[in-house]
């Protein structure tokens, strides 16, 4: 009797080790070699971020706020990260860092997860939860998108010539171009649409290609106005120019999503 129980206590105390060791040996984050993080006075004539610039071994982001260097880090969109101070969106940041070893873009993204931890201190709280959405799916007469060739590059701006070619008219604005459906969940989400429609977009439209999708609002002048600049007495909302424009529409859905508190944040140091 006593040998059987020695037995199990010994078992007891191999399955915690063999579980605290699990817990340790979680795999560490690559790191780059080199990196540089630091503040950014966006110029007086504004400043546009966007994307990080990536080749096999660099990265770099000329200027942008944190929060979207996390969101990017992360790859979420606005309404699945908290816990943020407000000086996290609204203070840029520009980041230059390489890797002596050739690295694929996802291995760059989680060595910036790597140089947040290091740099701003990042802790982070990660969670699931079943989320209200809205889901973009075709809209009755289906889609109205032309799919792109091969040897199309995706846009990233919206000139004149672009709108014209795309039939729209005279008294229209432009608010998005892209290239795939998750180019237009990242429109959908941005906090300004993600406001008015209350709820994260989720894309169900079974469309995995390219397309030309080019969406814009439509608006009218208020001729008896009188004051400084022009006033526009119309202006569609950007669900119904997607809707008209590129044929989907958004219907009512739940989804399980990923959300980030953050835990704690610090400014940089210097390098």
């Keep these: 009797m006593r040998r059987f129980l020695i037995l199990m206590l010994a078992s007891v105390v191999c399955l915690l080790t063999s579980t605290a060791w699990g817990q340790q040996a979680a795999k560490p984050l690559p790191a780059f070699d080199a990196a540089s993080v630091k503040p950014f006075v966006v110029p007086a004539n504004g400043w546009a ?7 096999p071994q660099h990265l770099q982001m000329p200027g942008a706020p944190l929060r979207y260097i996390i969101l990017t880090a992360y790859g979420l969109d606005d309404f699945q990260l908290t816990g943020l101070p407000d000086w996290a969106a609204h203070e840029f940041f520009a980041i230059n860092a390489s890797t002596d070893a050739p690295a694929s873009p996802d291995e760059m993204l989680l060595m ?38 091969a040897d199309e590059e995706c846009p990233h701006s919206i000139s004149g010539e672009d709108m014209k070619a795309a039939g729209a008219p005279k008294n229209s604005s ?41 969406v814009w609002t439509e608006y009218e002048i208020d001729e008896t106005y009188t004051g400084p600049g022009r006033k526009m007495s119309y202006m569609e909302p950007f669900r119904e120019a997607v809707e008209k424009e590129l044929g989907l529409k958004l219907v009512e859905d739940t989804k399980k999503l990923q959300f980030i508190n953050v835990a704690s944040v610090a400014r940089p140091g210097p390098d």
Aim: glycine share 10%; hydrophobic share 40%; net charge positive.
């Design 49 to 55: 971020w966007g994307l990080p610039k990536m080749d």
């Design 112 to 149: 910036l997860r790597q140089l947040l931890a290091e740099r701003f201190q990042l802790r982070i709280e990660e969670s699931e939860k079943d989320q209200p959405v809205w889901a973009i799916v075709a809209a009755p007469g289906g889609p109205k998108m032309k799919l792109r060739t």
């Design 174 to 214: 432009s608010s998005f171009n892209g290239c795939t459906m998750a180019d237009l969940v990242k429109a959908f989400n941005r906090p300004g649409n993600a406001q008015q429609l209350g709820r994260p977009v989720i894309d169900k439209s079974g469309l995995p290609g390219r397309y030309h999708m080019l």
